[in-house]
């Protein structure tokens, strides 16, 4: 870890939610990720405990479907460490498709830890393609996320 990493972590080491909050550009309810595990050059690792706040599901589950969002968040606190590391403002992004989603459960079931890591494997200007892995006790999710970042001067 470096200095941007120890800014956002609490006394265990981890990055705590209201951290994450200022590495993405969503707030309140929306910050779906509870920390950052851990990050270099090539991406992100994050950890969130499914919610049943009924915000993307209910009670006892979240749809699997779910994970496309926990996907691009933790490629966008990513995108929030890349910026802070130079000393650029957090910008939006967009996802523009995911290729290859493969789960092997239907819900997540509220409560359970997941571990969320994406890999930066190709970037083209603003331009971005990650794989991502969601694990956790019995659940293995895989996909590609593709997006795109515009430039700071929109030109």
Not at 37 to 56: K, N, S
Not at 87 to 112: C, D, Q, W
Not at 117 to 126: A, E, F, G, W, Y
Request: a negative charge; hydrophobic letters at 45%; glycine letters at 10%.
């Amino acid at each position: 870890m470096n200095a941007i990493a120890d800014d956002c972590m609490d006394a265990g080491g981890r990055a705590t939610q209201g951290a994450v909050a200022e590495l993405i550009p969503h707030a309140g309810s929306m910050v779906l990720l509870d920390r950052i595990i851990d990050y270099d050059d090539q991406g992100l690792t994050a950890e969130l405990v499914v919610r049943g706040d009924g915000l993307l599901g209910d009670d006892q589950s979240v749809p699997a479907w779910v994970g496309i969002e926990y996907m691009a968040q933790t490629i966008a606190a990513y995108a929030g460490v890349m910026a802070k590391k130079v000393n650029e403002p957090i910008r939006l992004g967009f996802l523009l498709g995911t290729r290859r989603y493969r789960s092997n459960v239907a819900a997540f079931k509220v409560g359970s830890t997941l571990t969320i890591r994406v890999k930066n494997i190709m970037q083209d200007d603003n331009l971005g393609v990650f794989d991502c892995r969601i694990l956790g006790e019995g659940v293995e999710v895989t996909a590609n996320l593709n997006v795109y970042q515009p430039p700071l001067n929109n030109t």
